[in-house]
């Protein structure tokens, strides 16, 4: 009997956040934002991920601050740590007195949304297209470790990629 309601701006919200992941993703791996964003950066200090040290420059795109950790020796990224939603599980059942498959009962309610510190440290660096990119990513959310992407290899876009946009 209880009723679930689909926010409408949640395809928006679902944009935004694919917006901010670029975002962060081009910041990290190429210490530039991807066209249209603006960002400010700041000398934060120093630091070690890890036993290197490393100079923190923080990036302010908007509201959100992403502290972005160079390696002292190389200035590749080390590592990147920002706030961000925790993740969280809905579990979703069938509900057995009503055979049609696009009605979902939710078991528990959507919880409060709660901030953590995400980190994701960068290793594993390797020539690509004459760019030095990390193929090792590992994540930790509020200190638990989240997950770990072995890349095995990156395509790099052409110069002219609008052009092929266009054909």
């Known amino acids: 009997g209880k009723k679930i309601f689909i926010r409408k701006d949640a395809e928006a919200f679902g944009a935004e956040f694919r917006r901010s992941e670029f975002a962060r993703t ?16 700041k000398y934060a200090g120093e630091g070690t991920v890890d036993g290197f040290s490393c100079e923190i420059v923080d990036a302010q795109v908007g509201s959100n601050t992403f502290k ?17 939603l925790k993740p969280f599980t809905i579990r979703i059942k069938k509900d057995k007195d ?13 919880p ?26 590992t994540q930790t959310v ?6 770990t992407i072995d890349v095995t290899n ?3 876009n052409p110069p002219a990629i609008a052009d092929k946009f266009k054909e």
Request: charged content about 25%; hydrophobic content about 35%; cysteine-free.
């Open 142 to 147: 509020a200190g638990r470790e989240d997950e």
């Open 112 to 137: 409060q949304p709660e901030t953590a510190e995400f980190q994701v440290k960068f290793s594993d660096y390797r020539n690509v297209g004459g760019l030095q990119l990390p193929h090792r990513w």
């Open 154 to 156: 990156y395509e790099i």
């Open 98 to 110: 009503n055979p049609d498959p696009d009605v979902k009962v939710f078991e528990s309610r959507m």
């Open 68 to 84: 972005l950790y160079l390696d002292r020796s190389t200035y590749l990224p080390r590592m990147m740590s920002y706030q961000g």
């Open 26 to 41: 081009t910041l990290a791996l190429l210490l530039t934002p991807p066209a249209g964003v603006d960002v400010t950066y």
